[in-house]
């Protein structure tokens, strides 16, 4: 069983420090450009799809938080506040607030909507040491968040669409979704949900309208709803089988209130637009760590931290490997070169037994015009000797094709 914990340590993905603080991980060089790619990924699946990326500051005024409600319903969560001067100022639990003002500053007209307003930005979370561990709970998150500002007739559209670009994520990433929960406010805790119960049912008609439409099988849970509405929760299991969400969508009448959005309709007077909230892939921490689990740190070929690897099998092929991994790079591939410095041929197979692509040069290889290698592929198949550029020409293929086939005949 994989524990991405002990993985990222062994593969040199991520590690804590005491001295920066429980569940506040720092990447490593190999786990950085996972998230990199993630997170480019992401950002340009959203481009496709009609999304504007922004930016905002990971903190606001305690006031802020006072109106979208989160203070009053959610500040157990929550850093406490910074005092400064005259003001409190305080880490933000999620980023919808800033989303609301950004769209308010701004006049609408119905013929912008909807507008989809995206960030990968930071939010903090106050979790207990107790639970933390690894990249699953954090105090610190990168998230994949979206808001879509959008009239009530365009909103089921808007949210199914979501759901799509979560399942072509999935596939891409090789995720398997465990189920797809419809979550509700629970009945016990009065304090925990905004006290509206029309629009907790207007909410909740259209997410049923939403899965019914998809014709995804779901299962209703009371007690899971955020506190501002009900939500379609994403579920993954870890290899233990405990569950765990990675993404949501949401439909919101209570923010645009809070915030007094409106929209200039045909008819030129000011409309409420409704708020869709979703996460493709939710907090890249999480989304990482599943990636980790699921794929044992054999990534799929475009997101793993090397995708070639170029073994000499003697000093005599250096120059043809050298000029190989000089390409390679070329095209934008992350390539590596290991030598025969680095120990046998099977060492170094061995040691770079993650890395989807292994082309092997030795005397024979050499011989054929100097420009053919031996390739071996992670998953032990080895599709025969080809030239280089032909090698280069399959991976670049497999990488721009996504998904977890690494030579095209899966
Ligand atoms: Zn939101």
Sequence with gaps: MHDHRRLGRELDLFDTDPLMGAGLPYWLPDGAIVRHVLEEYIREVEREAGYRHVYSPVLGKRELYEISGHWSHYSDDMFPPMELGAEQVVLRPSLCPHHALIYRSRSHSYRELPFRMAELGGMYRSELSGVLGGLTRVRAIQLNDAHIFCTLEQAVEEARAALHLIARAYADLGIRAARHR?????????????????????????????????????????????????????????????????????????????????????????????????????????????????????????????????????????????????????????????????????????????????AVIGEREAEAGGDAAAVRLRDGRRPGTVSGAELLARIAERVAARGTGLWGDE
């Design 182 to 358: 419809l979550s509700l406010p629970g009945g016990g805790d009065k304090g925990k949900y905004v006290a509206d119960p029309a629009l907790w049912r207007r909410a909740t008609a259209l997410l049923r309208e939403v899965l019914d439409g998809s014709g995804i099988a779901y299962e209703a849970a009371e007690g899971e709803a955020a506190f501002y509405g009900p939500k379609i929760d994403v579920q993954i299991a870890d290899p233990a089988g405990r569950e765990a969400t990675l993404s949501t969508v949401q439909i919101d009448f209570h923010q645009p209130e809070r915030f007094d959005l409106h929209y200039i309709g045909p008819d030129g007077a000011k409309h409420r637009p409704v708020m869709v909230h979703r996460s493709i892939i939710g907090s890249v921490e999480r989304a990482v760590a599943h990636l980790i689990e699921q794929h044992g740190g054999a990534f799929p070929a475009w997101l793993a931290p090397v995708q070639l690897v170029i073994l000499p099998v003697s000093d005599t092929q250096l120059d043809q490997a050298g000029n190989l991994l000089r390409r390679a790079l070329g095209q934008g591939l992350r390539a590596e070169l290991a030598g025969p410095e680095h120990g046998s041929l099977g060492a170094r197979v061995r040691a770079a037994r993650l890395v989807p692509y292994q």
